[in-house]
């Protein structure tokens, strides 16, 4: 008897979960292992966030709230929404998920149905194909290298739309790649969209992490036929160092929000009521949040510039200047050696933990987190430059 669906069985395991397992019980046999492979801020929640969580937790706030969202937070979120993205929209069209990733999923199993192609540019966050597959649809991904800065043209996405595309997902700043498109290039990909009558699925959870003064923009924000066509995906998890507490936040157009809502009612219901006080508090207290923010991105700009030049110091590794999220992406083709050898081996011989790029869309490459302590990335380039030396 045939006990698995064709769901359970269509489906690969997140491989950057499976790395950090991986490495996390090295550590716990004692080993010494340097961990790129963590897709979360290495900091602490900040205090008043957790504060304000502990204290809804005394005052009783441990039951169901409705299935979207706390009402008070879903008026926070469109308050920020309105100051920070310049778009504006009503608390019915907001849904609160217990995380992002739940977010995504719902965003696309409320719009996709069996036959539908979703455009997914590659090096892709390693969910979003196998999330279409489950609603049945097709993922179509087009792939952009290092040389275009691992963004996708206009040209390209056109050309990858056909009459069976409902969906086209677009994530800026970018896991893996730490990419970030500039306005006018969203804007280019929007007006490709809109032209062609395709919804768009903007995952813009690192939309706060970004370093040498770039902006990020909001397709949704470009102008109200582009609302109308957009769902936006954020969340609490990597700007406040939450990822435990599971919590994202998606914005559509009236009817999709719905569905969206009616899709989580029969699932998950709520996401954690408590938790949501916590992220009440990180929207409201704005000058605290940015205070905690901006020490938090001060670290990270300064991991982030040691980990790129230590690893375009070594020969036969090539890494461009992401400027967004936590990660960078760089190229081993002057290695000659595939990914997923090179994070094996790497991992065995020298206890480093990387993501092959393979699992992302990109053989050639590697993803690096660099959300972890400076001894970490000093000791984890030494070894790594080691590595690369003997291959
Ligand atoms: N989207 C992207 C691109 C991500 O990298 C992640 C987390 O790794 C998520 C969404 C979901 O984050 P969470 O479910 O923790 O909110």
């Not at 205090?47 to 005394?58: G, N, T």
């Not at 997914?120 to 489950?134: D, N, R, T």
């Given at each position: 008897q045939d006990r698995l669906s064709v769901w359970a069985k269509g489906i690969s395991p997140s491989p950057t979960l499976a790395v950090?397992?991986?490495?996390?019980?090295?550590?716990?046999?004692?080993?010494?292992?340097?961990?790129?492979?963590?897709?979360?801020?290495?900091?602490?929640?900040?205090?008043?966030?957790?504060?304000?969580?502990?204290?809804?937790?005394?005052?009783?706030?441990?039951?169901?709230?409705?299935?979207?969202?706390?009402?008070?937070?879903?008026?926070?979120?469109?308050?920020?929404?309105?100051?920070?993205?310049?778009?504006?929209?009503?608390?019915?069209?907001?849904?609160?998920?217990?995380?992002?990733?739940?977010?995504?999923?719902?965003?696309?199993?409320?719009?996709?149905?069996?036959?539908?192609?979703?455009?997914?540019?590659?090096?892709?966050?390693?969910?979003?194909?196998?999330?279409?597959?489950?609603?049945?649809?097709?993922?179509?991904?087009?792939?952009?290298?290092?040389?275009?800065?691992?963004?996708?043209?206009?040209?390209?996405?056109?050309?990858?739309?056909?009459?069976?595309?409902?969906?086209?997902?677009?994530?800026?700043?970018?896991?893996?790649?730490?990419?970030?498109?500039?306005?006018?290039?969203?804007?280019?990909?929007?007006?490709?969209?809109?032209?062609?009558?395709?919804?768009i699925m903007s995952d813009e959870i690192y939309e706060y992490l970004l370093y040498d003064g770039v902006t990020h923009l909001s397709p949704a924000s470009l102008s109200k036929e582009a609302a109308e066509s957009t769902i936006t995906v954020g969340g609490f998890s990597k700007t406040f160092s939450m990822t435990g507490w599971r919590l994202g936040t998606l914005v559509a157009p009236k009817a999709i929000a719905a569905a969206v809502g009616d899709l989580q009612s029969q699932t998950s219901s709520n996401a954690t009521t408590f938790a949501q006080f916590g992220a009440l508090a990180a929207l409201k207290q704005r000058d605290e949040a940015k205070a905690a923010v901006a020490k938090m991105l001060a670290v990270f700009d300064s991991r982030r510039l040691k980990l790129l030049n230590g690893l375009n110091a070594i020969k036969g590794i090539n890494c461009r200047r992401a400027q967004g999220a936590f990660y960078l992406f760089p190229s081993l083709s002057g290695l000659g050696i595939s990914s997923t050898d090179f994070a094996a081996r790497l991992l065995e011989e020298e206890l480093v933990a990387v993501v092959p790029g393979v699992a992302f869309g990109a053989d050639e490459c590697m993803r690096l987190s660099y959300a972890t302590s400076d001894e970490v990335i000093d000791k984890g380039l030494e070894r790594l430059a080691r590595f690369c030396q003997q291959l």
């Open positions: 950090d397992a991986k490495a996390k019980a090295l550590k716990a046999e004692g080993k010494d292992v340097c961990g790129f492979g963590a897709g979360e801020p290495d900091f602490d929640t900040p205090e008043f966030i957790k504060e304000a969580c502990v204290e809804a937790l005394r005052a009783g706030q441990t039951k169901y709230c409705p299935a979207a969202g706390l009402p008070a937070l879903k008026k926070a979120l469109a308050d920020k929404y309105k100051l920070d993205n310049n778009l504006e929209v009503d608390p019915s069209q907001i849904v609160v998920s217990p995380g992002g990733k739940y977010s995504c999923y719902l965003a696309i199993l409320a719009t996709c149905s069996p036959g539908d192609e979703v455009v997914i540019p590659a090096p892709f966050w390693v969910s979003y194909p196998e999330m279409v597959k489950l609603a049945g649809a097709t993922p179509v991904i087009i792939s952009a290298g290092e040389e275009a800065d691992f963004k996708i043209t206009p040209e390209q996405l056109r050309a990858a739309i056909t009459p069976k595309t409902k969906l086209v997902i677009l994530n800026s700043p970018s896991n893996p790649t730490g990419t970030v498109y500039t306005p006018v290039e969203i804007e280019a990909l929007v007006e490709v969209c809109l032209s062609a009558g395709v919804l």
